[in-house]
């Protein structure tokens, strides 16, 4: 990767745009940066002809970048469909879909043309708002900056970066920074500090997404109480009488003004339908759910509104069967515990990738400066040689320089019996070193590991949208007016055929609220998240929604691998004796007793085995663990090894006579490990 050296944005060289000055190649992020660039340097820029791709180099598809939008606001399938019509409409996004169930955006597009702030901006066109991951606050650890010349040194780098609203620097380190995002971002920053000789690494953040999701689930908690205080009292006042409850005797001016102060708390917690509903319709020229819950509690408050101006006024024609402000107060309550209810299991869906993220330790043993330093993992930088013990996690990707262990990859690789690792073999961040010493050196970090990969996969797998789910949205756009235009028809029907204005009145409101599109939008996305959330905690990555749509048409499934299939714990299957076949109880028994103080995932098989047998395994005098190769121990003056052919052969034993056997089992799938001059065999036992 390359730095643009106008906005500082990392680029991929095979796909950025370039320019040559002064016999070195510059890499650019867009034709804008490169021009910049060329008109500082006094050169010219290219024509449009030059700057076209050549055939084969992918054309405007190879500079396309992604973007992930975390919307607040949305509450139904109608109100993504609105942004994803927004969103589509900026020059240069080539794709655009909206989750509901995640309330996430994801955009594809042009940075030639468009622009994250376009992209805002055009969902809040739309009536909605964007939760910006870190707003516009950049915290760091600058490491080196431990004294006041280094903070001045920093701050003076920084000054040269336009864009820097404010800066904090500290001498322990550490390192807030204000900018503008539309003047200069992150890594520009982080380059600046780099190019003074210091090395700034982004500190943990606060979880936006999650912290908003708890503050709307908190405000939504509160409104619903609010509702609920006045809306039972309500119910009481106005329905009490229908089943017998006694009521104190009031007028029905007094009914018609209790209702009212009952009812208007209610409308007002419940102010976000008619401010949505009425906005999605003005500026997206779209009715949403919002939209058919402000007119049917709108209609309803209105009209009790006005009958009772009507009996305040002594018209003897109205009295209080004639208000509907339960309607208007119990709706609002009622939906707005279903949205509180949607919230608690929005916030559920994303369980999943927690729990991939959690697998990732959240410190790392480093050794800089010749000392060795428990540090937090986001502050580990390629480069960093980390130390590892046995039965701690491996923070991140890297190659290992010393030591030697088993590690358990079946996170990754699906496989239950742990890897022997080696020197120059590579690590990979988030799986367990089970048994040895490791020292490695970091390779990957952050959102490059192999781990953050497989997040990122299970994320826009969730994000993406399934045939059926499309299908249901393209629905959802043309269902609300529909549902309208049945209401107006119900009412005009019922009016016209000579009931009265009430009625006619109660069956159009029954019809807007009663249909409501969240059901219809929540139910796949939902489910897309679910089944590929639990397929990546169970190992099973899921590619997009399309694919586990079409998983119910398999009837066959290939595997490749006996590891993906098996309990993951190996169990001996044969104990071969070569000389006397009646030795084979001694056998294991000397081999338990070699194995009992090793920490290597086979030894497990063989001591348990001899347990199950009720063999009193033996302590030996002493145990040696040679890597790679196997264990050597001695009890009672005799040396026993438990080992591969390597050992027994830098012990001068041959194997040949065994060798035809060995063979045969091992084409049976099973692994053998040598005692002596004996051998026995063991497989994994298939589920």
């Avoid at 920074?177 to 600046?192: C, G, H, M, S």
């Avoid at 030996?620 to 190769?629: D, N």
């Avoid at 001068?652 to 084409?667: F, H, K, P, W, Y």
């Amino acid at each position: 990767m390359a730095i643009d050296p106008i906005c500082g944005m990392e680029v991929d060289e095979k796909k950025a745009l370039s320019a040559e000055h002064e016999g070195q190649t510059y890499y650019f992020c867009s034709p804008s940066c490169r021009d910049k660039f060329l008109s500082q340097k006094g050169l010219a820029a290219p024509s449009p002809d030059e700057t076209k791709p050549s055939e084969g180099e992918g054309g405007l598809e190879g500079h396309l970048e992604k973007a992930t939008l975390n919307i607040k606001g949305m509450h139904c399938a109608s109100c993504a469909v609105a942004i994803e019509g927004s969103l589509s409409k900026v020059e240069g996004v080539s794709k655009a879909a909206v989750n509901f169930a995640t309330e996430r955006a994801y955009v594809e597009y042009d940075p030639a043309e468009a622009t994250p702030q376009a992209l805002e901006r055009a969902v809040g066109d739309a009536g909605y708002s964007v939760i910006k991951e870190e707003g516009e606050t950049l915290n760091l650890k600058v490491i080196g900056m431990d004294n006041a010349h280094c903070v001045g040194t920093v701050e003076a780098a920084l000054k040269g970066v336009k864009g820097i609203l404010s800066s904090q620097l500290f001498a322990n380190e550490r390192a807030i920074v204000a900018f503008d995002p539309a003047l200069t971002n992150r890594e520009a920053i982080k380059k600046a500090i780099k190019d003074a000789g210091y090395t700034p690494v982004e500190e943990t953040t606060v979880d936006r997404e999650k912290e908003a999701r708890q503050r709307e689930i908190k405000i939504l908690k509160i409104k619903v109480l609010v509702a609920a205080v006045f809306g039972l009292p309500l119910l009481y006042f106005a329905m009490g009488h229908h089943v017998g409850l006694p009521l104190p005797s009031l007028s029905d001016g007094s009914m018609a003004l209790l209702q009212l102060l009952l009812t208007t708390p209610i409308i007002a917690v419940g102010y976000q339908f008619y401010t949505v509903g009425f906005r999605t319709v003005v500026r997206n020229r779209r009715a949403g759910m919002d939209t058919l819950v402000a007119l049917g509690t709108g209609t309803a408050y209105l009209y009790s509104l006005a009958t009772s101006i009507l009996i305040w006024g002594g018209n003897p024609d109205y009295g209080k069967d004639d208000m509907y402000y339960e309607v208007a107060g119990l709706l609002i309550l009622f939906i707005l515990l279903g949205r509180l209810l949607e919230a608690v299991a929005k916030g559920r869906t994303s369980a999943s990738i927690r729990k991939l993220l959690e697998l990732q330790p959240k410190t790392a043993l480093v050794v800089r400066d010749n000392k060795e330093q428990e540090i937090p993992v986001e502050e580990v930088i390629v480069g960093d040689a980390v130390i590892v013990k046995p039965g701690s996690g491996i923070p991140v990707d890297g190659i290992v320089l010393e030591g030697s262990s088993s590690v358990d990859q079946s996170l990754l690789t699906g496989e239950s019996i742990p890897v022997e690792k080696n020197i120059d073999d590579e690590v990979i961040g988030g799986t367990m070193n089970k048994s040895g010493w490791l020292k490695f050196r970091a390779t990957k970090v952050g959102k490059d590991t192999a781990l953050a990969q497989i997040v990122r996969l299970v994320e826009e797998a969730q994000g993406s949208k399934a045939p059926v789910q499309r299908l249901a949205d393209s629905v959802a756009a043309y269902f609300v007016p529909i549902v309208l235009a049945i209401g107006v028809i119900t009412f005009l029907a019922w009016y016209l055929s000579g009931s009265e204005l009430i009625f006619a009145l109660t069956a159009f409101i029954a019809v807007v609220i009663v249909a409501c599109p969240c059901a219809l939008g929540l139910a796949t996305p939902t489910a897309v998240i679910v089944g590929t959330g639990l397929g990546a905690e169970n190992g099973i990555l899921i590619r997009d929604a399309e694919t586990l749509e079409r998983a119910c048409k398999v009837d066959t499934i290939v595997f490749d691998k006996t590891g993906t299939l098996t309990r993951g714990k190996p169990e001996v299957t044969d104990i071969i004796p070569l000389s006397n076949p009646d030795s084979a109880d001694d056998i294991l028994r000397l081999a338990a007793a070699a194995e009992k103080r090793s920490e290597h995932h086979l030894s497990e098989a063989i001591v348990s085995r001899a347990e199950e047998r009720e063999i009193a395994i033996p302590e030996v005098e002493s145990f040696l663990a040679i890597p790679g190769k196997g264990v050597e121990a001695k009890y009672n003056d005799t040396t026993i090894l438990v080992a591969n052919r390597k050992l027994l052969a830098d012990k001068g034993i041959d194997t040949s006579a065994a060798e035809e056997r060995i063979t045969q089992l091992e084409e049976e799938g099973k692994t053998v490990v040598l005692v002596a001059a004996i051998c026995f065999g063991y497989v994994t036992t298939a589920r």
